[in-house]
């Protein structure tokens, strides 16, 4: 699915996105940098070495910010390391950092001049955010940066399962009709 938003064009696909062809992939980090399962260990297994040489030299990673590294072996010249929260109840301030995450995200693939930009959907592995409100947010969160920001022409949601692209699909034909 896709929806243009001025010179922008905001995708939703079913993929891998350590296959994504893309100036930079966001990771669904943990705040060590540390790599780990899920998009995270894909990623760090996929770009190699490099990355995590450039990830010990960050100190970490606050919730709801992003750092950069390279891509390594990826096609994706950068990686950004995006912390998403843990999902307690919705209450603790989950969906300001999430929004956060992906805001961050995008400012510094803007400032690095990359044009293309591939999300996973963060926190919603082993971070329990409820896929339809993490969709929600995602996508009204990069809509409200594209608006604002000229640049980045192309972003694209890859998600790994059919069903949770059908969540983000929906949230961006949601987001669309409002």
Not at 129 to 134: G, L, Q, T, V
Not at 137 to 163: C, N, P, Q, W
Not at 166 to 175: D, G, N, S, T, V
């Amino acid at each position: 699915m896709k929806s243009d938003l001025g010179e922008s064009r905001i995708e939703v696909v079913q993929g891998d996105i350590t296959q994504e062809t893309v100036d930079a992939i966001v990771n669904a980090a943990n705040s060590g940098l540390r790599g780990g399962g899920g998009v995270d260990g894909a990623i760090h297994r996929a770009g190699g070495p490099a990355i995590m040489d450039e990830c010990r030299k960050l100190a970490g990673c606050d919730t709801g910010d992003a750092k950069v590294t390279t891509g390594g072996n990826l096609a994706a010249r950068l990686v950004i390391h995006a912390v998403g929260p843990v999902y307690r109840d919705g209450k603790h301030g989950e969906p300001d950092l999430l929004a956060s995450c992906y805001r961050r995200s995008m400012e510094l693939a803007l400032q690095h001049g990359c044009a293309s930009v591939a999300f996973p959907a963060i926190s919603c592995g082993v971070y329990g955010y409820p896929i339809p409100d993490a969709a929600s947010i995602a996508i009204r969160t990069v809509m409200e940066f594209l608006k604002s920001h000229h640049g980045i022409t192309r972003v694209r949601f890859v998600l790994f399962s059919d069903d949770v692209r059908r969540i983000f699909e929906h949230a961006l034909e949601e987001a669309r009709e409002s």
